[in-house]
């Protein structure tokens, strides 16, 4: 009998187990961890459940998945960070004190964040390209909040209209005579 691992798993129930975390089908698992290749679907296909059945493994890909999805997983402090870098980027961090273009290896971390893409011509001349400043300002901003002021002075188009319309609707109005006109 093969050794378990820490999870109480043998090896070919980790691959398995891995395997239907990363979204194979429970066949497809059962093929990659086992030999069989002379065995019926049908018969893979109850061997697959069977084994997905068991505690251990189904625990074991709930580890694996949910680990898949912290690594995945992009958090609020994050996105303000990058987004940061590139408010405040300075891309003169692209030249040496002495006017020449560094190459891309060459520069530091922050100029790099502002770096959206770079090309080498046949000549080794570098052209770079940054990432939209005035677009990471503007995202900045609103996560600061800054345009909560700028949003309550555009009207809203029904508020307007209804706002227009207090005091001036007229009631219900008896019909007077052939012409449509109240009569007196």
């Known amino acids: ?9 043998t090896p070919q129930q980790e691959v398995f187990a891995q395997g239907v975390a990363r979204g194979k089908s429970l066949s497809e698992a059962y093929r990659a961890a086992y030999k069989a290749s002379k065995m019926k ?3 893979v296909n ?19 998945q949910s680990a898949a ?20 980027s300075d891309i003169g961090g692209i030249m040496y004190p002495d006017g020449k ?8 971390p922050a ?22 400043k005035n677009s990471a300002l503007e995202k900045a901003a609103k996560i600061k909040g800054l345009f909560r002021e700028d949003n ?3 009207a809203d188009p029904l508020a307007a209209l ?5 005091g001036n609707v007229v009631g219900v109005v008896k019909d007077g005579g052939a012409d449509g006109l109240p009569g007196e």
């Open 162 to 166: 209804i706002e227009g319309l207090r």
């Open 41 to 43: 679907p049908e018969t």
């Open 152 to 154: 309550k002075q555009k």
């Open 1 to 9: 009998m093969s050794a378990k691992n820490e999870h109480g798993l």
């Open 101 to 108: 273009v560094k190459l891309p290896h060459e520069l530091d």
């Open 69 to 88: 999805a912290d690594r995945a997983e992009l958090d609020a402090a994050e996105i303000i960070r990058e987004i940061r870098r590139v408010a405040v």
């Open 46 to 64: 109850d061997a697959a459940s069977k084994l997905m059945a068991n505690p251990e493994i189904t625990h074991r890909v709930r580890q694996l």
């Open 111 to 132: 100029t790099r964040a502002a770096v959206a893409s770079f090309k080498i011509d046949e000549y080794g001349r570098i052209e770079y390209k940054f990432w939209d």
